[in-house]
């Protein structure tokens, strides 16, 4: 054997520099060809958009890693147009029309999702109701029904308000009468983990009894960050995608949190009482569904139906704090509303109108799904708010982009709950340009449960406590990063207990 190899290395040898380089040109030439076709030949070559997002992914990947993709996109949308070419196949939209385009009723003819963004772990992991097709989806989305229905949350009352009071215990154990500023931020998320914790699996975290973090919620939020690595590594590694992941040690943490899942499912399976909470959907249709896909679904439901709730929480204290005419106005309605708190239910704050105004103009500022949701155009190409896309481009409304555009609202950077009450002044807006939760036959399932617990939890805040910014929140939204959420410092808020109370 050593002959041989000894006979092929000084007959061929010296070519092997030579080859490296052909190899090296060779891939040069492939680049370059693609950059060239990108930006003069490609199908969206018409559409525009800076020149390194419209030649290549990188532009995009770099933002991904940078955290501030969806920023980037608003400010390109302010200089290019409602239609901006963020990618060699991909537009991103911000006029109402484009919601119903992308995302409406379209029977067979839906748009599906982008499987380069829904299914990060390929084949590894089963459908969900978010990466599901369509078919599959509409199974998933009518077990998980039941628990999202309107007789499943006045039978969850008791549960979500179980955990409201005890969050007022302890925001007024820890407190001081207002003289220590409370990180609301981390209040907010212990309240949403436990309260999605009951409702998913039966039992919750613990945060709000031992005024922390769970472990395992702890790890989801940090963990939230890998996501940007990821998207990067699939678009330019897809091959190496497992391996590269374990070598950083993300597929651990993956494997971890889905095993902390999948024990904590099988302990609701085995309390064989029926429940008013979401599994209850999938157990019963548990023929249907194999054991991993209720434990992945379990897993999904646990991050959309928190995670997000707190965030909007979060940005909704901090611009009612910087805006203090709106706080205190929408403090009066509060408290003008009841006489005492135990008449705040998650039925009676329905009537709070100025209260949904602040939490649709806190979305539209603050939206917690920053990012566009891609899908992709079918065969023969669509028709989205006027222009003629051709298939398979990868198209999005981009949420923050949209809010803050002068096309779809006044004085887009100031907070004006009056916008969405009818005011004069701001008649021309297009309020269906912002859809937090988007539209269609995929929009999002807790639509009405996120809404009547943000707006029982702000509720009895305001009527048991005046509410201040502390020093160093004044700028809390400013320079955030976004990586699949925001990344929220934290919170500090001044709560003392008022005389109401």
Known sequence: MEHELRFVWE?????????????????AIVVVSQIFYNLYLH????????????ATRLWRARKILKGDLPQTVRALHEKYGPVVRIGPDELSFVESQAWKDIYGHHGSNEMAKDPKFYRLMGKHVPDTIISADRERHGLLRRQLAHGFSERSMREQEPIIGEYVDLLMRRLEEHCEDGRK?????????????????????????????????HPWVGAIL???KDNALMRVVTQFLPPLFPHLLNQMGMLKGRKQHMEYTRQTVRKRM???????????????????????????????????GSETTATLLSGAVYLLGTHRDVLEKLTREVRSAFTS????????????????????????QYPPAALGLPRVVPKGGSKIAGHWVPQDTRVAVWQLAANYSERNFSKPEEFHPERFLGDERFAT???????PFSVGPRNCIGRNLAYAEMR???ARILYRFDIELAPGAQDWMKNQRFYSLWDKPELPVYLKPARTS
């Open 222 to 224: 940090h963990n939230l």
């Open 341 to 364: 708190e135990d008449q705040i239910t998650l039925t009676s704050v329905n009537s709070l109108t100025y209260m949904l105004a602040c939490l649709n103009e806190s979305f539209r």
């Open 456 to 458: 029982l939890i702000l």
């Open 11 to 27: 007959q061929y040898g010296g070519y092997l520099p030579h080859l490296g380089l052909a190899f090296i040109v060779w891939g």
């Open 181 to 213: 500023p409370l990180d609301m931020r981390a209040w907010f998320n212990f309240t949403t983990f436990d309260v999605i914790g009951n409702l998913g699996f039966g039992s919750d975290f613990g945060c709000l009894e031992k005024s922390r973090y």
């Open 270 to 304: 085995a309390l064989k009482t029926e429940r008013p909470d979401f599994i209850e959907g999938l157990l019963k249709k548990k023929d249907d569904l194999t054991e991993e896909e209720i434990n992945v679904n379990a897993s999904v439901l646990i991050i959309a």
């Open 43 to 54: 199908p969206l070559r018409k559409f525009p958009g800076p020149l390194a997002a419209r």
């Open 429 to 435: 807006d297009d309020l269906s340009a912002m859809q």
